[in-house]
């Protein structure tokens, strides 16, 4: 095996071989289908989701049982996200034709703008509740909703892919 063939690219967790494999893939597998990937999106909110309300839990056992089921399940839903959508989202631009270069881009634009959104809608609401002196988070409540949203962070582009790449057989 060739040095170039063998490149790992360690910023976007891919190899080349990986992504060229994922790529030409010609089997009809149930993860190509644009139903499933859909179903993989919303599994994947409903996973984030599950942390988010983890946080508000006062119960800390059931916080914390909650929290590791929904953290789990949100990373194998990334793994299955990543793999459905052929790394599009992870792969460095230098392997991706124009099309799937453009798809990629859209997909990364429109997160950043969601999640740019969303820590200012928060960021607002924390601001206002503190000029009331109502504090909206507790120690406790910081470690799920920081990991819902570092997976969030994770998951939009690949979610976003998910939900707008074309079934496979307009590809």
């Not at 030409?24 to 996973?47: E, G, N, P």
Request: hydrophobic residues 50%.
């Amino acid at each position: 095996m060739t040095e170039g063939k063998a490149k790992f690219f360690w910023l976007h967790g891919v190899s080349r071989s990986g992504v060229h494999r994922a790529l030409s893939d010609s089997k009809r597998s149930i993860y190509y289908r644009q139903t499933f990937r859909q179903a993989l999106v919303i599994m994947s909110v409903i996973a984030t989701s599950m942390l988010v309300v983890a946080a508000y839990l006062s119960d800390g056992k059931t916080q914390s049982y909650i929290e590791g089921v929904a953290l789990a399940l949100t990373i194998v839903l990334y793994m299955l996200l990543r793999k459905s959508c052929r790394l599009v989202a992870e792969s460095p631009a230098e392997l991706l034709d124009e099309r799937l270069l453009e798809i990629r881009n859209q997909a990364y634009y429109v997160a950043y703008q969601m999640l740019a959104f969303s820590v200012g809608l928060l960021v607002s609401f924390m601001w206002i509740a503190s000029r009331f002196d109502v504090w909206l988070l507790q120690p406790n409540q910081l470690t799920p909703l920081v990991l819902a949203f570092l997976m969030l962070g994770a998951l939009l582009p690949n979610m976003i892919v998910a939900w707008t790449l074309p079934a496979e057989e307009q590809l």
